[in-house]
T-cell receptor, first 117, second 116 residues
Framework: EPEVTQTPSHQVTQMGQEVILRCVPI?????FYWYRQILGQKVEFLVS????????KSEIFDDQFSVERPDGSNFTLKIRSTKLEDSAMYFC???????????????FGEGSWLTVV | AQKITQTQPGMFVQEKEAVTLDCTYD???????LFWYKQPSSGEMIFLIY??????QNATEGRYSLNFQKARKSANLVISASQLGDSAMYFC?????????????FGTGTRLTVIP
């Protein structure tokens, strides 16, 4: 069964360093997302991406974050200068379409644990 | 106001019994989708079941069914014949379709423990 894959599964980085989290969405999906989950808290939306541009972003997704689809398969989240509070599980997700459609299930990857020290 | 409310921080169920995990939602959007995800201790987010606001019948996927009561704005997950492997966090989520956004709003989750 097709799945969303994420790398790395776990990364430890020093405060102030740049981090790139990578994702390979399901191949025929058109919408891509990043979510994060701080330990013990609920999952929060960061950004959605469609047709090579950001379609929606939350207030969490400030200037230190950026997303890119550098080629036909990868979708990346860059955190420019990490802070302690960026420590979280980051989930990539994808869906075949947007909007009200019974097939529009959003599938998540296994997550990337980011620990900022 | 919270868009998704899960009032049960923890639930216990005996193996082979059924369990209902509660979820209520709040939206003024006439078109929306409701999702349930399972998060085992390993951390991944596993899609379980989807219900569209216009779907006439309650969604079912194997041992999972969604008790959708639109007037009450509830979308409870029913797991039948619980197994030890069902022990996990369960998250209810909603997507509002007509706002143009495509993101999910998650609840705080319910930790289910299946007792042998």
């Amino acid at each position: 069964e097709p799945e969303v894959t994420q790398t790395p599964s776990h990364q430890v980085t020093q405060m102030g360093q740049e981090v790139i989290l990578r994702c390979v969405p399901i191949s025929n999906h058109l919408y891509f997302y990043w979510y994060r989950q701080i330990l013990g808290q609920k999952v929060e939306f960061l950004v959605s991406f469609y047709n090579n541009e950001i379609s929606e972003k939350s207030e969490i997704f400030d200037d230190q974050f950026s997303v890119e689809r550098p080629d036909g398969s990868n979708f990346t989240l860059k955190i420019r200068s990490t802070k302690l509070e960026d420590s979280a599980m980051y989930f990539c997700a994808s869906s075949p379409t947007g909007g009200q459609y019974s097939g529009n299930t959003i599938y998540f990857g296994e997550g990337s644990w980011l620990t900022v020290v | 106001a919270q868009k998704i409310t899960q009032t049960q921080p923890g639930m216990f169920v005996q193996e082979k019994e059924a369990v209902t995990l509660d979820c209520t939602y709040d939206t003024s959007d006439p078109s929306y989708g409701l999702f349930w995800y399972k998060q085992p201790s390993s951390g991944e987010m596993i899609f379980l079941i989807y219900q569209g606001s216009y779907d006439q019948q309650n969604a079912t996927e194997g041992r999972y069914s969604l008790n959708f009561q639109k007037a009450r704005k509830s979308a409870n997950l029913v797991i039948s014949a619980s197994q030890l492997g069902d022990s996990a966090m369960y998250f209810c989520a909603m997507r509002e379709d007509l706002t143009g956004a495509n993101n999910l709003f998650f609840g705080t989750g319910t930790r289910l423990t299946v007792i042998p």
